[in-house]
């Protein structure tokens, strides 16, 4: 790097690294997401500085718009991830259950889905996370950007209906 760049860039990135980190850490809540997602985006700013066009905008909101694409990016993988690993551990522990009967083995799954759509979004969602993503209480807290108070409601909501719907069941 030549040294004019590399003193262009310590100014850009002390105009913006604290405003695109604190982006990335309102959507993530994650420090460390956030740190990685700042770095990505300071370098991609670097990178394709040519496209920047002042008639849209500020650099500022050009860097704070990365930062939140890349920020709600991140979170989607990580949903998608989470989602692939329960349906993975679903369809494992279904072949690792070999003992059964293949009828009591589409009963139990049927009964599980049955069960899993009497909650709602909220509540399915952070039971996955805890239960196939492995993630804590404060980990989805973090992870979905809501109270912690709010995943611990949900969980207990969701527990109770499906203790009622396999009762039922």
Do not use: N
Not at 54 to 67: D, F, K, N, Q, S
Request: cysteine-free.
């Amino acid at each position: 790097m030549v040294l004019g760049d590399r003193a262009a860039f310590e100014l850009l990135y002390d105009a913006l690294a604290r405003p695109v980190y604190g982006a990335a850490l309102r959507t993530l809540r994650s420090p460390a997401h956030a740190e990685e997602v700042a770095q990505e985006v300071l370098l991609e700013v670097w990178r394709t500085a040519a496209a920047y066009r002042p008639e849209r905008g500020t650099v500022m909101t050009w860097a704070l718009t990365i930062a939140h694409h890349r920020a709600v990016d991140r979170v989607r993988s990580v949903r998608a991830a989470v989602e692939r690993e329960a349906r993975v551990a679903l369809r494992d522990g279904a072949a690792r259950d070999s003992v059964s009967s293949p009828a009591e083995s589409l009963l139990d799954r049927q009964g599980v889905r049955t069960a899993l759509a009497r909650l709602t979004g909220a509540q399915r969602e952070s039971l996955v996370l805890a239960y196939y993503g492995g993630y804590s209480q404060s980990e989805i807290a973090r992870l979905l950007g809501i109270p912690l108070g709010t995943v611990k409601t949900r969980m207990r909501e969701g527990l109770r209906r499906l203790r009622d719907a396999f009762e039922e069941w």
